[in-house]
T-cell receptor, first 113, second 115 residues
């Protein structure tokens, strides 16, 4: 069974600093990796997707993937109070099927003004 | 910007009743999904639907659940004989490609409360 593990937090970061969020996954056959942001009571909103080893940057966000270590991370530069949310790591593909995303429990991020 | 819409936003029902949750996916998307999130827990995959049939389903999606695309726009989740533990937020999602290669877009969710 596929598992996605995240530290639930809360992770508290000062405004303007870099927030670093981590995720590990169990299924080596996983092909696609996603970071979603979820505000309380709202639906998940896609932040980043990454499919190959290395870094992928989009504005203030950088996703990092290391398939050998089965590790995905998300860096948020110049953190803003509006970045305060729960960040969900999600994985697709592999032996568990191609359609369903497997989500981690999420890391609750608090940006302190 | 195109979006996935869900109705109702909140439904309260008595245990044992049937519930239908409705979704209108993004118009040019081909894959449709239902996920659920019990309060304080992780988002869980229920079922995927493609080409008018179920493509994949999780262990959660047992005989109590069914999905249907009754016309060209709506995608529904039916829960028969609801149980207390069915209380959760149910999210519909759609994508142009399969999740292994594409990105999912979620609706705002339907909160189901079973009393």
């Amino acid at each position: 069974q596929k598992e996605v593990e995240q530290n639930s937090g809360p992770l508290s970061v000062p405004e303007g600093a870099i927030a670093s969020l981590n995720c590990t996954y169990s299924d080596r056959g996983s092909q696609s990796f996603f970071w979603y942001r979820q505000y309380s009571g709202k639906s998940p909103e896609l932040i980043m997707s990454i499919y190959s080893n290395g870094d992928k940057e989009d504005g203030r966000f950088t996703a990092q993937l290391n398939k050998a270590s089965q590790y995905v991370s998300l860096l948020i530069r110049d953190s803003q109070p509006s970045d305060s949310a729960t960040y969900l790591c999600a994985v697709a593909g592999g032996g568990g099927g191609a359609d369903g995303l497997t989500f981690g429990k999420g890391t609750h991020l608090i940006i302190q003004p | 910007e195109p979006e996935v819409t869900q109705t109702p936003s909140h439904q309260v029902t008595q245990m044992g009743q049937e519930v239908i949750l409705r979704c209108v996916p993004i118009s040019n998307h081909l894959y449709f999904y239902w996920y659920r999130q019990i309060l304080g827990q992780k988002v869980e995959f229920l079922v995927s639907f493609y080409n008018n049939e179920i493509s994949e389903k999780s262990e959660i999606f047992d005989d109590q659940f069914s999905v249907e695309r009754p016309d060209g726009s709506n995608f529904t989740l039916k829960i028969r004989s609801t149980k207390l533990e069915d209380s959760a937020m149910y999210f519909c999602a759609s994508s142009a490609l399969r999740p292994a290669t594409g990105e999912l877009f979620f609706g705002e969710g339907s909160r189901l409360t079973v009393l």
